[in-house]
């Protein structure tokens, strides 16, 4: 050993020996958490053991704590919401966007309402895990700034799979709690027959999609995107604050029920919907708009029996550098209704028109 090492050690092993490693005991999962001592930052589950809890695991407030399941099981009971930072209103809300939470390397968290409910952060991250079997929601957001979801295998959620939201507590709203600039990367939701949404992004800007999947049984839709306040898919989206959305490399491998991705965002609102790849018909349309700045790009694959369709009786989109039954003619057929994939639909009176007016195709393929 060097000289300068050994002075290092020599400094170093005071605070070495006086560090305590927090394991979690199989028998008292939420007990521990209850009770996590004020100095610890790292936890660790044992990669030999199998763990169950029937009660919701409460995360103390922390600047920064490390969750490690060194890969292991973690099965909850019918009524745990998982991993929760509880929430009572908005003044304590902004006092908890102090904390940061890192939860990783689980093999399997299986069942409960909820695997891991994260509220009033900044800069936290779920990765490495594998959730299965939760009633309600897999991965629940709420007012989670600049969160991030990274290889995330979501199977069988009986509702939702990742949920990108807003806090539901007293005095949060649509635009003071919102989870703005989160990321979900490398995600993968295997859809159960019930499932409703595979991923759910409600009245967030900044998200961010890249390199996700869904697949499995046949589910509502793959990705709901809206940014109406009041929850009222049968009206534009209103929230002025919300100005933007990115999906990314996205890959569709089953059928739908009602659409495989909705788009209701201000009519301001930037949407990037880029290199999406539906692997065979699936049902219903690929598309449904109603409302924001749609921008539809390197669409490479499209089956004749796909369609995009709208509320909205002015819809606008841009097509960039897709497929040519994406090219849509400068004017409808004789219903007035539809031109090309396009199509206007909804309960509305018959006399709607579809207006093209604000429909732009670049960089055609041949």
């Known amino acids: 050993m060097s000289l300068r090492n050994l002075i290092t050690l020599l400094f170093t092993w005071p605070l070495l020996a006086q560090a305590v490693d927090y ?18 930052t790292y936890v660790s589950f044992s990669a030999a053991a199998e763990y169950y809890c029937e009660q919701d695991i409460v995360l103390p407030a922390r600047q920064l704590l490390v969750i490690d399941g060194k890969g292991c099981k ?30 990783r390397d689980f093999g399997a968290i299986e069942g409960g309402k909820r695997g891991v409910v994260l509220r009033a952060t900044l800069n936290s991250m779920v990765e490495n895990c594998r959730f299965t079997s939760q009633s309600e929601v897999a991965i629940d957001l709420r007012f989670c700034l600049m969160a991030r979801v ?36 490398q995600c993968r939701v ?39 306040t009041d929850g009222d898919e049968n009206r534009a989206a209103n929230n002025p604050v919300v100005k933007s959305f990115t999906l990314q490399n996205f890959h569709v491998e089953h059928r739908l029920r009602k659409a495989s ?52 009786d002015v819809p606008h989109i841009n097509f960039e550098s897709c497929h040519k039954s994406l090219v849509i003619p400068d004017t409808t057929d004789g219903s007035k209704r539809k031109a090309g994939c396009l199509q206007l639909v ?11 007016d604000f429909i732009r195709t670049t960089k055609r393929a041949m």
Request: glycine share 8%; charged share 20%.
């Open 261 to 312: 991705i909705h788009v209701n965002m201000p009519p301001k609102a930037s949407v990037e919907l880029t290199n999406i790849y539906w692997n065979s018909p699936i049902g219903a349309p690929v598309i449904h708009y109603f409302c924001g700045q749609l921008n539809v790009n390197n669409i490479g694959w499209w089956n004749p029996d796909f369609r995009i369709t709208t509320r909205n």
């Open 190 to 228: 295997y859809c159960a027959e019930t499932t409703t949404e595979a991923f759910t992004v409600l009245n967030s800007g900044g998200v961010h999609m890249v390199d996700c999947i869904s697949e499995g049984q046949p589910a509502d839709y793959d990705l709901f995107l809206s940014a109406r």
């Open 74 to 103: 973690l099965v909850l009971g019918a009524g745990s919401n998982g991993f929760v930072v509880p929430v009572l209103d908005q003044k304590e809300a902004m006092k908890r966007t102090a904390n940061r939470y890192m939860i």
């Open 346 to 356: 909804g309960p509305d009176p018959d006399d709607r028109t579809l207006k093209l």
């Open 23 to 40: 394991v979690v005991p199989p028998s008292d999962v939420a007990g521990f958490f209850a009770k996590l001592p004020k100095d610890a």
């Open 150 to 185: 990274r290889n995330v295998l979501v199977t069988n959620p009986k509702k939702k799979g990742i949920q990108v939201g807003c806090g539901d507590w007293p005095g949060a709203s649509t635009s003071n709690s919102q989870s703005n600039h989160t990321v979900l990367d």
